[in-house]
């Protein structure tokens, strides 16, 4: 009589399972290194999270050496940059993005009271390249030209280097003794600067410079203007010209209440700086509704706050003595801001225009070949050149969002492009990895941990002057924000994988250098796999390429 089976456990058929292991292994792991999507978002290429694993490990110097590799201006992006790396950071979905653009203002505060400078480049290449225009994207291929051993000079119509970040962006958001010692590094470095220095004609400039390729980075300085019928034509203002002014120490006289037409980050500027100079009354004045709005949400936000009041769906007509007659529109079915026929009166001594600007590339336009697309130039994405061989263009001047930090990556983008055209090379660019989901990564291994923020001077405070309204992190809380980084898709060594598997197949090789997989003891049953928290470990079939 056969006894009854009493085991709890069913025993697999061996023969044909399709369990986590089968009797031949069908699948194995693999380290692999995915793009973190705070690097991916980053218009000026910086390899974000190795910044921050480095200020992790304690080595402060070295985060910001990397950063400047990519980036020579942490102080300044740390305060003006718009931050799209947040914007993607997988963080943001656990509890909150992790505060980078802090961090970055922290090291480059940092390396400016410590005195760090740029390695000087090991070699001279004996070539010369011209820069036009000292603003972000001028600036940062110089700098990264530079260091590639070429002899650079930049001509610029300013008094001093900085283009927008200095006659543009205000004070309380970009002090200037900061902008002029990052700035102060490229001289450091060997950056000729030649100021109050317009190119009226490029082609003889380059001849007589002897100047082997060109860089063209000039700025969007030129405001553009509506015809506002008013009996006196001195009250009303371009915003850029008003910027810049001010931002040159003077104190123009704008009354007791002032309109800003437009409704991009030029004009929260404006009307911010409004109410510095004494506005009791700034108020926006924009065609279409506040979700149609340009200016990023930090802009309105601070404007608002500083008391500047919007003035959404109306679009000025005519000004007399001191009223302004302003049409109220609506948005039609396309979506398109159109007129109602009611008008109502708003009260102005001075109407500030910040509807755009244009990049000044009149002088570019007599040279045979150069092809234009409005007021910027056409270039080969690809490369950065324009039509014409050897003269490279960027930022402002070519067809872009213009911010500091696009700005910025155009100039290195430029910069490797223009060596490798030097050397008579093709530039080819790096592949890149794919970029790590959130639901790739097992966030059971990250806890909550609150994001740290900056402070703020309170309203009566920053209404006293040009003082800087943000406070930056202590060292604490650097440390804090770049201990929150989940290492996305990159091993940080956290020995889940070492001590998950059942088979000891995974083998540390020292710190730093990760881990390696012991394939003659593997069985690929992914529990290594299963457990990464960061998603540095992929299945794949038996026989695939490691």
């Given at each position: 009589?056969?006894?009854?089976?009493?085991?709890?456990?069913?025993?697999?058929?061996?023969?044909?399972?399709?369990?986590?292991?089968?009797?031949?292994?069908?699948?194995?792991?693999?380290?692999?290194?995915m793009?973190?999507?705070?690097n991916?978002?980053?218009?000026?290429?910086?390899?974000?999270?190795?910044?921050?694993?480095?200020?992790?490990?304690?080595?402060?110097?070295?985060?910001?050496?990397?950063?400047?590799?990519?980036?020579?201006?942490?102080?300044?992006h740390?305060?003006?940059?718009?931050?799209?790396?947040?914007t993607?950071c997988?963080?943001?979905?656990?509890?909150?993005?992790?505060?980078?653009?802090?961090?970055?203002?922290?090291?480059?505060?940092?390396?400016?009271?410590?005195g760090w400078?740029?390695?000087?480049?090991?070699?001279?290449?004996?070539r010369?390249v011209?820069?036009?225009?000292a603003?972000?994207?001028?600036?940062s291929a110089?700098y990264?030209l530079?260091?590639?051993?070429?002899?650079?000079?930049?001509?610029?119509?300013?008094?001093?280097?900085?283009?927008?970040?200095?006659y543009g962006?205000?004070?309380?958001?970009?002090?200037?003794?900061?902008?002029?010692?990052?700035i102060d590094?490229?001289?450091?470095?060997?950056v000729?600067?030649?100021?109050?220095?317009p190119?009226?004609?490029?082609l003889a400039?380059?001849?007589?410079?002897?100047f082997d390729a060109?860089?063209?980075?000039v700025?969007?300085?030129?405001?553009?203007?509506v015809?506002?019928?008013s009996?006196?034509?001195?009250?009303?203002?371009?915003?850029?010209?008003?910027?810049?002014?001010v931002?040159?120490?003077?104190r123009?006289?704008?009354g007791?209440?002032v309109?800003?037409?437009g409704?991009?980050?030029?004009?929260?500027?404006?009307?911010?700086?409004?109410?510095?100079?004494?506005a009791e009354?700034?108020?926006?004045?924009?065609?279409?509704?506040?979700?149609?709005?340009?200016?990023?949400?930090?802009?309105?936000?601070g404007?608002?706050?500083?008391?500047?009041?919007?003035?959404?769906?109306?679009t000025i007509?005519?000004?007399?003595?001191?009223?302004?007659?302003?049409?109220?529109?609506?948005?039609?079915?396309?979506?398109?801001a159109?007129?109602?026929g009611?008008f109502?009166?708003?009260?102005?001594?001075?109407?500030?225009?910040a509807?755009?600007?244009?990049?000044?590339?009149?002088?570019l336009?007599a040279i045979?070949?150069?092809?234009?697309?409005?007021?910027?130039?056409?270039?080969?994405?690809h490369?950065?050149?324009?039509?014409v061989?050897?003269?490279?263009?960027?930022?402002?001047?070519?067809p872009?969002d213009?911010?500091?930090?696009?700005g910025t990556?155009?100039g290195?983008?430029?910069?490797?492009?223009?060596?490798?055209?030097?050397?008579?090379?093709?530039?080819?660019?790096p592949?890149k990895?794919?970029?790590?989901?959130?639901?790739?990564?097992?966030?059971?291994?990250f806890?909550?941990?609150?994001?740290?923020?900056?402070e703020?001077?309170?309203?009566?405070?920053?209404m006293?002057?040009?003082?800087?309204?943000?406070?930056?992190l202590t060292?604490?809380?650097?440390?804090?924000e770049?201990?929150?980084?989940?290492?996305c898709?990159?091993?940080?060594?956290?020995?889940?994988?070492?001590?998950?598997?059942?088979?000891?197949a995974?083998?540390?090789?020292?710190?730093?250098?990760?881990y390696?997989?012991?394939y003659?003891?593997?069985?690929?049953?992914?529990?290594?796999y299963?457990?990464?928290?960061?998603?540095?470990?992929?299945?794949?079939p038996?026989?695939?390429?490691?």
């Amino acid at each position: 009589m056969t006894s009854e089976r009493r085991d709890m456990t069913v025993q697999p058929d061996l023969s044909a399972s399709q369990g986590r292991v089968a009797p031949v292994r069908s699948r194995r792991p693999i380290y692999l290194d995915m793009l973190p999507p705070c690097n991916a978002g980053c218009p000026a290429g910086e390899n974000i999270q190795e910044w921050l694993r480095l200020i992790k490990a304690g080595q402060a110097e070295a985060a910001w050496r990397q950063l400047v590799a990519d980036n020579p201006f942490p102080a300044v992006h740390g305060r003006v940059c718009y931050h799209p790396c947040e914007t993607a950071c997988n963080r943001k979905d656990l509890d909150a993005a992790v505060s980078i653009h802090s961090v970055e203002r922290y090291l480059g505060d940092l390396a400016i009271d410590n005195g760090w400078q740029f390695p000087k480049p090991r070699r001279r290449s004996g070539r010369r390249v011209l820069v036009v225009g000292a603003g972000p994207s001028g600036l940062s291929a110089a700098y990264h030209l530079a260091r590639l051993g070429h002899e650079v000079e930049i001509f610029d119509a300013g008094d001093l280097p900085g283009g927008m970040m200095r006659y543009g962006i205000p004070e309380y958001r970009l002090p200037r003794d900061v902008l002029d010692a990052e700035i102060d590094r490229l001289r450091e470095l060997g950056v000729a600067f030649r100021q109050n220095s317009p190119i009226k004609d490029l082609l003889a400039t380059q001849a007589e410079g002897r100047f082997d390729a060109v860089f063209v980075a000039v700025g969007a300085h030129i405001s553009k203007r509506v015809d506002i019928p008013s009996n006196d034509a001195s009250r009303v203002v371009d915003a850029v010209s008003f910027l810049r002014d001010v931002a040159s120490g003077e104190r123009p006289v704008i009354g007791r209440r002032v309109a800003v037409y437009g409704g991009g980050n030029t004009a929260m500027d404006a009307a911010r700086v409004a109410r510095r100079l004494g506005a009791e009354e700034s108020v926006v004045v924009y065609r279409r509704a506040q979700e149609h709005m340009p200016a990023h949400a930090e802009e309105l936000e601070g404007a608002q706050t500083e008391g500047v009041k919007m003035n959404w769906l109306r679009t000025i007509k005519e000004m007399h003595d001191e009223d302004l007659t302003v049409e109220i529109m609506e948005i039609d079915e396309d979506g398109k801001a159109r007129g109602t026929g009611r008008f109502e009166k708003l009260a102005a001594d001075t109407v500030i225009l910040a509807l755009g600007q244009r990049a000044d590339t009149e002088f570019l336009r007599a040279i045979p070949g150069m092809s234009f697309h409005d007021d910027v130039v056409d270039v080969d994405p690809h490369s950065l050149m324009t039509a014409v061989p050897g003269i490279f263009a960027g930022g402002d001047a070519v067809p872009s969002d213009r911010t500091v930090t696009i700005g910025t990556g155009h100039g290195k983008k430029a910069a490797r492009r223009i060596d490798a055209y030097l050397n008579n090379e093709e530039w080819v660019p790096p592949l890149k990895h794919p970029v790590v989901t959130i639901d790739q990564m097992n966030l059971w291994y990250f806890g909550d941990h609150g994001r740290r923020q900056h402070e703020e001077a309170e309203v009566e405070q920053r209404m006293e002057g040009f003082g800087e309204i943000v406070s930056g992190l202590t060292d604490e809380e650097a440390n804090f924000e770049a201990q929150r980084c989940l290492s996305c898709g990159n091993c940080f060594e956290c020995d889940g994988c070492f001590g998950a598997c059942p088979e000891d197949a995974v083998i540390k090789l020292g710190k730093g250098n990760r881990y390696r997989f012991d394939y003659e003891l593997c069985t690929g049953c992914a529990t290594c796999y299963e457990q990464c928290p960061v998603h540095a470990i992929e299945m794949i079939p038996e026989g695939g390429a490691r």
